[in-house]
């Protein structure tokens, strides 16, 4: 049993732990560790990828205890990949703050940062249920605090609706959980992917039930309609970095989906297969529809990025519900990309917000210092999370719309990717149009343009993220055919319940 | 079954327990005012939960044979409780529905203890010992 | 060295027997482990009680507590026979300020206890300088009588415990 | 003659806490409710007792002792919280 | 004939690396950063015309290399003569542009940036030409929109610049996203993006069922980049851009794009119906609109501009014919057009450099004062008007020629009619060009003084109009190279004849007739002009801004509407949300009925529930009395507590009650400084409302609870493995402890850490709050309710000092047993927090602080790393994390006792949930302390002994 | 037994739902209160109801009826992670109360609808 597995847990709760109890009151130890902790974790990423790249699906059974009975992690391509992700975006984005000064603005910033990292590793790995639960909070309750990061009024009260919406989705979680454990006698997902074809009869209204709820669960994660309500606001509010990091929590949520459906829920039943299929599907073009609106509809930088990734979830579900190995494929990518995307474009938010005289509100303002760099990052952002050329969106979304097209609904889909680029593309204009472009003239003896915040690290961070975006779009044929396979992974389950359950145990 | 004569020393203590318990908390409904319905519980506290408790206490060392002491733990704290909660609610009552002029005089001088604002007693404390009190 | 170490000798006490109450067994393990946390438990609390309290006589205590038992049973039958019998309108209830000639607070705290717990009377406040007792009656044509049996039948005795 | 005393008094303190429930709904003053609160308690602990003596076991003693415990602590903050405001002032 | 050519990706990617040199050449001055951006696009010229010769021989050059095989997306080039004229014009004009634009930038514009997005563009607009593969071209495609938004943006302190940008970009966008969808399709019915193949699939795409969409889709691409009807109207908004870009992109280059498309896909979508009434039409409207709008332009530029949208119809029109020879005139007018209008633009951008004005009103007589600008112009505006022997003419004789060969839906007379309008319209504004701005009386007010414009801004001009007049004096020298394009086009072997004299045709009739007619219309033109303005159809962008602000303001309408911040709104809808996925899963499943003996009724669980019920209605009823809802809550969970031990959960009963307190003093702590009622704000129909919501949801949740109540696993559940296994495998006999320190020490792991970060941000977020402005709020926070004396009274103060030491005892005691009998590290932890509490209520928060000051960060991260050692530990023994291990110990004259790692993990437990809670405590008592609370001294308010000799030092 | 237990569980849900749908912070915290334990209770139920047969052994080797000690252990973990949960909560209600002198739950939307009071 290879002990990597366990470490991106337990290092950023080793790291965690060191920052609170010997660090408190050091901001630049605080800083060095804290970046360590993450180029650690994203060399753990290599070495996990290195790990399941052969397909390998690896179990880590923690005490010693056998699955079902005990918790193992389990290591295949999809959670090496999402790992991989987490870290890099989490390095990006923890170098931003300290470049910006972020993580100084209130107590505990990196302890925080390295907790949410502990449970958002622990939510890709875990191969229970009920411990993804337990991840699921670890991560949610380090968010709230990153989230209020900084205080204010206004993000106070937007924290309040945060957690209170999500206390609701943890409580629909256990709800979930509840009705699947009842039914199957089991919280191992490999396990309950083996029982739940011998649920029949009476008792499949429940798992039904059950079934439905979880996904919901991970639906209010990753922020479907009518289930999305808690984002906007939310990252609007959050500091933007933290916003940036939050661009892989929604992705959690369709990892999950993504998980649970291929595992366990997939191959079940055809009628379960198809009503999970078409619910996620119409929740999916609604979110899409709600999300392009809002980056039209939107009256400042936050908001547009939060509508976008709204938008960007609409996109990579209205993929990922058809449910074939190719559409996962692409979900992957798209995956990939719109983490990347969001990041940045929060990262832009901030560099906006701490140079623009009038904040990232649509209202004309001077020049902001350093605008040139900053118009040039956001055009690439805006690009970016557009779905353009040249960068991977646009690649993305040819991958979807290709693999989408032998769907019952296809041109459904693909008119709503389409037409939802294109208010897309208007919002995102009328947004840099509006920021960058429609300036006034500074108040009488104001400066010429507003404060010039250090800005080397900060761009540095988002220049790698846009980097990491053009990679993406250049290695497309190596990355996609990474992705095809892993996408093979999931869709024959069969490997990675037999590494769970051992040969033993057959489904 | 050991001895009948357990046996009804326990259904007893049962029904003894029972009985004040019972007849405690129809005080609570039957007397009016706050005040009388605070001597209510002090019979549940103590024949009520007394009764029931060395019931139980007898019936563990002469039915299952086991010395079994650790209810009286529970006697004990409450004991120990009850005297507080009771006055602590008392208090609330003297606060919200009492006034210095509806109580008896102390005869000391000085007032009932809930009447006596902060400064006040600071003020005398002061003159007394000269140890104000720090402000954080 | 005492004084820092076991500040309260009766405090320890009590805390072995309850340690041995908790396990509900009579064992060497017990009685060690009880002798332990007896020990450093109330050398851990301390800062709480400053001060310690000396009883006088055992012989006292344990009068007083046979006395307070026997009191508790008669007086639970009396209210209980008030509670049920008599209309509302014929309770007689009634606010009794009790001067207090004791000054040691664990004192007092006894003897608000022992009001309380006996039924049909209630320690409700302290006067702000401690020497007064505010106990309210359910039920009592005579509040004096009260004042006094408080005073004779318990404070006189916890007097002669604490002072 | 035990289950029947054991039934008696299950009885009695089962309404003894509809008797208490009354007290809780109508009140009216909060002192009230929290006074019926703490009876409940009080009968709860005894309700608990008895369990442990029907069913012959000791397996809930310890949750009945917290009972105690916290049943103190919440009515003293009640209490504390119209006589004060801060609990822990 | 196909031939592979390594030099291809080079051509492309010349201007794209080339466009790193202006942004740092400019530093070098102006003329460096000139000549860099010439560099590139010299070399990639220069490779370009390498290739011609083969080219124009009827070769065609590949190049292949894998990008995204496995969607089909690579980067194959191609270059036939199609591509060659395209890439020929892009890269020869782009040079004459930049050299015009060194001149014509004014020194405060920043001039390197100007010049990258030039080669951003031209790169783009090669690539287009050069593709092979339609995703690459649709990348190269979208490119070329984004980096003309960048261009007509460049002024963007203008509203005309940004508001043009973006139009152009959301009409060039949408075109290009219906581009994506009909070349997904195209690729689909052909089994290849490879344009090579596609094009070999002509019957197969024309026979499928979906080639009607993708026609439609792909021509609505083109449409929009070739400014058609009725896409036309960003064109002439997009000439707030400098004119070097009005030139470049809006009249030779860009614009085109959408004719090369049309022109690269013809031999697989032309030939159709479909095709000639879609395209034809939609060019010949398009040409006689423009011109007609044209006509009443008085900006030079606007009225080049509706010129330019009248002669990409008459291409498109051409297109649209189906024919090799009107492809034949297509490919002869695009050259010319890209010839005369690109010297036109440049034309109008001297005059309005040199004048200061493009207005025409404002403009006359120019010629003598600007004679080589005159010439120029005159040249160039005649050939657009199709004067001979210039080479517009030559174009626009082979498009009437075609025009009256064509029948339109049985009417041979409607499209030559039309097409004779339409040159007539262009004789007319082509004379207006150059009669009111050339001709007439020297005016007095300029606003600058007129004169000709230094070499370098009128040699690019200059050189097109020589290849004007070249080209149609002796058009058969570009004969071969119109039939190499041609061929390109068509898949034919098509062959010119191309000549200013075919004889007497009809073309020639309308020809001259035009020319008569345009020239009467000048005449004409004050008072038509005046109708025009009174009668005039409206502008394009009222109507495109009225949509688009509308869609914006809907947009944000249905945004901020449904988004307002209405968390009340939100949660509700995920109550119904969950309700109806709910019960489409239920009833898509099947219910059956019960399967385990059902526990009978008896009556005290019954009163328990009543207990339940009762209260909880109750403090739905009276929640607007915040504390008497506390104290309704205290109820509820003192009843479901029981109900675990009614229910065999003792462990679950102790957690709850122990939570519950904690919680319910930490609500108290925070209520002190909130409202203490809720404001009655809720209409009774939002009550009804909710109460319906709600009790759908509580019956619901009920229906579930039932049906899984009744119903036995129907499998075994893993369960029976940790009964079996708990003192077997983990040596512990409570297996709910076992299973949450050894089974599931994970979960724990994981709960502990949730403690842990709960007690963080609780921390950060008072240290927040009291260094925000609620601080100075606090501090003049006087409490709504009057104070009670006796902050601490004697009788709590002394019973805890001994009930304290006698709860830390049972927590101590719940902790050791806790992996045999009921209890256990967390239960342990709050009821030592209990103990403290118990402390604190004595004798206040602060008086016990300071006597016993507990480190919470270290306590919790103490329990935190305990745990994790603890897991770690078992590396040692080459264990997974968190394996425990348990033996039996023995000390004579003790007994042998259990010594387990697991224990070692709930201390871990027990530190971090003690930590937390009292962290949690400390952040709320130190707001209240910011309100000007008074630490007290003594442990007790009313002491009889205070003050006396040997009275107690409390 | 078990209709009653559905009974309680829903009783809970509806009233926890009910208030969280409030106006204000303090009610919607009491309507999460009790929503996790209904939730607390429908998970323990996941392993049915049993009298009398407390998940602590016996006999070592498993022998004898147990509950289903799994779901308990499972509310275990979730009373504790709601606790957590609510802390926090709580303290945020409280500081966005402090800092804006409002505890609704609503806000006033829009970026520019209302600058942080206060800031
Ligand atoms: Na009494
Ligand atoms: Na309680």
Redo the contacts between chains.
């Keep these: 049993?290879s002990?990597w597995i366990?470490l991106p847990v337990?290092l950023p709760?080793?790291m965690?732990?060191?920052l609170?109890?010997?660090l408190?009151h050091h901001l630049d130890l605080q800083r060095i560790f804290s970046i360590a902790g993450t180029v650690a974790l994203a060399g753990l990423g290599v070495v996990l990828m290195a790990m399941a790249h052969d397909g390998t699906v690896s179990v880590?059974?923690?005490?010693?205890?056998s699955a079902?009975?005990?918790?193992v992690l389990v290591l295949d391509r999809l959670s090496a990949m999402m790992l991989m992700l987490t870290a890099a975006i989490a390095l990006v984005v923890v170098l931003y703050a300290v470049g910006s000064g972020w993580d100084a603005r209130?107590?505990?910033f990196h302890?925080?940062f390295q907790?949410q990292l502990?449970?958002i590793s622990?939510a890709f790995l875990t191969g229970d249920l009920?411990?993804l639960f337990?991840?699921f909070?670890?991560l949610l309750?380090?968010s709230?605090?990153l989230m209020?990061?900084?205080?204010?009024?206004?993000r106070?009260?937007?924290?309040?609706?945060y957690?209170?919406?999500n206390?609701?989705g943890?409580?629909?979680f256990?709800?979930a959980?509840?009705?699947l454990?009842?039914?199957?006698?089991?919280?191992?997902m490999a396990?309950m992917a083996g029982?739940v074809g011998?649920?029949t009869?009476?008792?499949?209204?429940?798992?039904?039930?059950g079934?439905?709820?979880l996904l919901?669960v991970f639906a209010?994660k990753s922020a479907l309609l009518?289930?999305h309500?808690?984002l906007?606001?939310t990252y609007?509010s959050a500091p933007a970095p933290v916003a940036a990091l939050f661009a892989v929590m929604t992705k959690v949520g369709a990892y999950a989906v993504l998980r649970v459906d291929t595992l366990i829920f997939h191959s079940a039943n055809d009628?379960?297969a198809a009503?999970l299929s078409g619910?996620l599907l119409a929740a999916a073009l609604a979110t899409l529809a709600?999300g392009m609106?809002?980056i039209?509809?939107?009256?400042?930088l936050?908001?547009l990025a939060a509508?976008a990734v709204i938008g960007s979830m609409g996109t990579l579900f209205s993929a990922m519900a058809i449910f074939t190995q190719e559409t996962a494929a692409a979900t992957l990518y798209y995956m990939l990309h719109s983490t990347l995307a969001g990041a940045l474009l929060f990262l832009v938010v901030d560099m906006v917000r701490e140079r623009r005289a009038g904040g990232?509100?649509y209202?004309p303002a001077p020049a902001m210092a350093q605008g040139g760099l900053v118009t040039a990052l956001y055009?690439g952002a805006a690009?970016a999370v557009a779905g353009?050329?040249?960068l991977s969106g646009?690649?993305g979304?040819?991958?979807i719309?290709?693999a989408v097209?032998d769907a019952p609904l296809a041109w459904l889909i693909?008119t709503a990717i389409?037409?939802g680029?294109?208010?897309a593309?208007?919002?995102l204009?009328?947004g840099g149009?509006r920021i960058?472009?429609?300036?006034e003239a500074p108040a009488d003896g104001a400066p010429p343009s507003g404060p010039a915040p250090a800005i080397a690290l900060p761009a540095a961070s988002a220049f790698v993220l846009l980097g990491a975006i053009v990679a993406l779009t250049l290695f497309?044929?190596p990355v996609?055919?990474y992705l095809?396979n892993t996408a093979a992974q999931l869709y024959a389950p069969q490997t990675y319940i037999s590494a769970v359950l051992g040969s033993d145990i057959e489904g | 079954m050991t001895n009948v004569w357990v046996e009804i020393a326990i259904s007893a203590f049962l029904v003894i327990g029972g009985i004040f318990g019972l007849v405690g908390s129809y005080g609570l409904v039957k007397l009016r005012g706050s005040m009388r319905q605070l001597h209510a519980p002090t019979k549940a506290t103590t024949l009520g939960v007394g009764g029931v408790l060395i019931a139980s206490m007898l019936f563990f060392l002469f039915v299952d044979g086991k010395a079994s002491l650790h209810e009286l733990l529970i006697t004990i704290f409450l004991l120990l409780t009850a005297p507080v909660t009771a006055q602590f609610i008392a208090k609330t009552h003297i606060h919200r529905q009492e006034r210095p002029t509806t109580l008896p005089s102390t005869g000391t001088g000085r007032p009932w203890a809930s009447f006596e604002s902060d400064e006040e007693r600071a003020r005398l404390e002061a003159e007394a010992d000269g140890a104000p009190e720090r402000v954080r | 060295m005492q004084r820092r170490f076991l500040p309260h000798p009766l405090l320890t006490l009590a805390l072995i027997v309850v340690w041995l109450l908790l396990i509900n067994d009579l064992s060497l393990n017990a009685l060690v482990m009880g002798t332990i946390l007896g020990v450093v438990i109330p050398f851990f609390t301390a800062p709480y009680w400053p001060g310690r309290v000396r009883l006088k006589s055992l012989r006292v205590a344990v009068a007083y507590i046979l006395i307070v038992l026997w009191d508790i049973v008669v007086a639970n039958v009396v209210v209980a026979a008030i509670i049920l019998f008599k209309p509302n309108s014929r309770i007689n209830s009634q606010w009794v300020t009790v001067p207090l000639d004791i000054r040691s607070p664990e004192a007092i705290a006894l003897l608000a206890g022992t009001i309380t717990m006996t039924p049909g009377t209630l320690s409700s406040d302290l006067s702000a300088c401690g020497r007064a007792l505010l106990v309210h009656c359910l039920d009592t044509d005579d509040p004096d009588e009260v004042r006094d049996t408080i005073k004779h039948r318990y404070e006189r005795r916890l007097k002669e415990l604490f002072e | 003659m035990i289950e029947i005393a054991l039934a008696f008094a299950f009885g009695c303190f089962g309404l003894a806490a509809l008797f208490n429930l009354y007290r809780i709904v109508m009140g009216p003053n909060p002192g009230d409710r929290i006074l019926a609160l703490d009876t409940l308690v009080i009968n709860a602990i005894a309700l608990i007792a008895l369990y442990d003596v029907a069913l012959d076991t000791q397996v809930y003693f310890e949750a009945s002792m917290l009972i105690a415990m916290t049943g103190f602590v919440s009515t003293v903050s009640y209490a504390r919280y119209i006589l004060r405001g801060d609990v822990i002032e | 004939m196909d031939t592979t050519s390594s030099m291809l990706p080079l051509i492309v990617a010349a201007p794209f690396l080339g466009a790193l040199l202006p942004g740092l050449m400019i530093r070098a001055g102006r003329d460096t950063c000139t000549w860099f951006t010439l560099l590139p696009t010299a070399l990639a010229l220069l490779m370009l015309v390498l290739h011609a010769p083969a080219v124009i021989a009827g070769e065609v050059f590949h190049y292949r290399l894998a990008w995204l095989p496995s969607l089909g997306m690579n980067v194959n080039l191609m270059l036939d003569g199609l591509g060659l004229m395209f890439a020929g014009l892009i890269l020869g004009i782009g040079l004459l542009i930049i050299l015009y634009a060194r001149f014509y930038l004014y020194r405060s514009d920043p001039m390197g940036q100007f010049f990258t997005y030039l080669l951003l563009f031209q790169g783009a607009m090669v690539g287009i030409v050069l593709s092979d593969n339609i995703l690459l071209l649709l990348i190269f495609w979208e490119l070329t929109s984004l980096s003309s938004f960048l261009l007509i943006g460049y002024w963007n302190h203008l509203p005309e610049g940004r508001q043009g940008a973006r139009m152009a970009l959301a009409v060039t966008g949408l075109g290009g996203l219906a581009l994506i969808g009909g070349m997904l399709i195209l690729g689909n019915i052909a089994g290849s993006y490879d344009i090579s193949v596609i094009l070999q699939n002509s019957e197969a795409i024309q026979g499928s069922e979906w080639y009607l969409p993708a026609l439609i889709l792909i021509l609505i691409g083109c449409f929009t980049k070739s400014a058609q009807f009725p896409f036309h109207f960003w064109l002439p908004h997009a000439m707030a851009a400098p004119t070097p870009v009005s030139a470049y992109l809006h009249s030779a280059t860009m614009v085109k794009a959408g004719l090369f498309l049309m022109a690269r896909l013809w031999p697989v979508l032309s030939g159709t119906p479909e095709w000639f009434y879609i395209v034809a039409t939609t060019g010949l409207i398009t040409m006689v609109i423009g011109a007609g709008i044209a006509l009443f332009k008085d900006d030079l530029k606007a009225l080049l501009a509706f010129s330019t949208v009248s002669h990409l119809g008459l291409i498109t029109m051409l297109l649209g014919f189906g024919t090799e020879a009107a492809a034949l005139a297509a490919t002869v007018h695009i050259l010319a057009h890209a010839s005369f209008k690109a010297a036109l633009f440049m034309t109008a951008g001297i005059i309005d450099h040199e004048t200061g004005t493009r207005d025409i009103p404002r403009l006359g007589g120019l010629r003598q004062l600007m004679p080589t600008t005159f010439a120029i112009g005159a040249l160039t505006a005649l050939s657009m008007a199709g004067i001979p022997p210039l080479n517009g003419f030559v174009s626009k004789e082979m498009m009437l020629e075609e025009a009256t060969h064509t029948v339109w839906a049985g009417t041979p007379w409607l499209l030559p009619a039309l097409a004779g309008l339409g040159a007539l319209f262009s004789v007319a504004y082509s004379f207006r060009f150059l009669v009111h701005v050339f001709f007439g009386p020297v005016r007095e007010d300029y606003p600058k003084p007129p004169h000709d414009p230094p070499f370098g801004m009128w040699a690019g001009p200059g050189l097109l109009a020589l290849v004007v007049v070249v080209t149609g004096l002796f058009p058969a020298l570009v004969t071969p190279f119109v039939d190499a394009v041609a061929a390109a086009i068509t898949g034919g072997h098509p062959h010119a004849h191309l000549s200013l004299w075919h004889g007497f045709t009809p073309a020639l009739y309308i020809s001259v007739a035009a020319i008569l007619g345009g020239a009467l219309l000048l005449a004409l033109h004050r008072p038509l002009a005046t109708g025009w303005r009174r009668a005039g159809p409206p502008y394009a962008k009222a109507i495109f801004d009225a949509v688009v602000g509308a869609a914006t303001r809907g947009a944000r309408g249905v945004t901020d509407g449904l988004h307002d911040g209405a968390m009340t709104r939100y949660a509700a809808i995920l109550t119904l949300a969950t309700l109806g996925a709910g019960a489409i899963a239920w009833s898509n499943g099947e219910a059956g009925p019960p399967t385990r003996a059902l526990l009978p009724v008896s009556l005290l669980p019954a009163i328990a529930v009543a207990l339940l019920v009762v209260s909880t209605a109750t403090l739905v009823v009276l929640h607007r009395r915040r504390l008497v809802a506390l104290v309704l809550l205290g109820v509820v969970g003192l009843v479901v507590a029981i109900g675990f031990i009614y229910f065999s959960a003792p462990d679950l009963a102790m957690t709850q009650l122990s939570v519950e307190v904690v919680t319910i003093i930490l609500l108290l702590l925070a209520l002190n400084f909130l409202p203490q009622e809720d404001p009655p704000e809720d209409s009774m129909s939002r009550k009804i409302r909710d109460g319906v919501i709600a009790g759908l949801g509580g019956l619901g949740v009920a229906v579930v609870a039932f049906a899984m109540l009744t119903r036995d696993f129907a499998l075994p559940a893993i369960s029976e493995y940790h009964i079996a296994n708990a003192y077997k495998g983990a040596g512990g006999s409570n297996i709910v402890n076992v299973i949450l320190v050894d089974f599931r020490g994970f979960d724990t792991f994981g709960e502990i850490i949730v403690l842990g970060i709960a007690a963080l941000v609780i921390f950060a977020l008072t240290e927040q709050v009291l260094r925000g402005p609620g601080a100075d709020w606090l501090a003049n926070w006087k409490g709504a309710r009057r104070e009670a004396g006796d902050r601490h009274p004697l009788l709590m103060v002394i019973a805890t000092r001994v009930m304290m030491p006698m709860a830390l005892m049972v927590g101590v005691y719940v902790f050791l047993r806790g992996h045999n009998e009921p209890g256990g590290g967390f239960i342990a932890g709050l009821v030592v927090a209990i103990a403290l509490l118990m402390q604190y209520m004595a004798s206040g928060f602060a008086w016990a602080e300071e006597r016993r000051r507990l480190p919470y960060h270290t306590v919790i991260g103490l329990g935190v790393l305990i745990s994790i050692l603890t897991g770690l530990g078992a590396w040692f023994n080459g264990m997974p994390f968190l394996t425990s291990a348990f033996g039996y110990v023995e000390i004579p004259p003790l007994e042998e006792f259990e010594l387990a790692t697991a224990m070692l993990f709930d201390l871990g437990v027990f530190l971090t949930v003690l930590g937390a809670v009292m962290l949690a405590l400390a952040s709320l008592s130190s707001v209240a302390r910011r309100t000007g609370e008074k630490v007290n001294v003594h442990a007790m308010d009313v002491n009889p002994l205070r003050g006396r000799p040997g009275g107690e030092e409390d | 037994m078990e209709a009653l237990v559905a009974l309680g569980i829903g009783t809970l849900t509806a009233a926890g739902i009910y208030l969280v749908l409030r106006r204000r912070t303090f009610p919607a915290i009491l309507g999460i209160a009790l929503l996790s334990y209904a939730v607390n209770v429908f998970l323990f139920a996941s392993g049915r109801l049993m009298l009398n047969a407390p998940p602590v052994l016996i006999d070592k080797t498993g022998a004898g009826v147990y509950t289903d000690p799994l779901p308990q252990a499972l509310v275990l973990t979730a009373i504790v992670i709601s606790f957590g949960m609510t802390a926090v909560v709580v303290l945020l209600a409280l500081g966005a109360y402090l800092s804006t002198r409002s505890d609704r739950m609503d806000m006033d939307n829009g970026p520019d609808a209302e600058e942080e009071a206060g800031q």
């Design positions: 049993m002990h366990i337990v709760a080793l965690a732990s060191v609170v109890l010997a408190r880590y059974e923690l005490g010693d205890w079902p009975f005990g918790i209130g107590q505990h302890a925080l907790f502990m449970g622990g009920f411990n337990v991840f909070e670890v309750i380090a709230y605090g209020i990061h900084g205080g204010g009024g206004r106070l009260r937007a924290g309040v609706q957690v209170i919406y206390l609701l943890s409580t629909l256990l709800f959980l509840a009705i454990y009842a039914v199957t006698g089991t919280l191992n396990d029982r011998g649920i009869g009476g008792d499949t209204a429940l798992l039904l039930v079934a439905v709820l919901m209010i009518p289930l309500f808690w906007p606001e609007a009628a379960m009503l619910l709600v609106i809002g039209l509809g939107a009256t400042g936050g908001r509508f990232d509100a209202r055009f690009i353009m050329p040249p646009f690649v979304k040819l991958l719309l290709d097209r693909w389409l037409g680029t294109l208010i593309i208007l919002g204009a009328q149009s960058f472009w429609k300036l497309a044929g996609t055919s095809d």
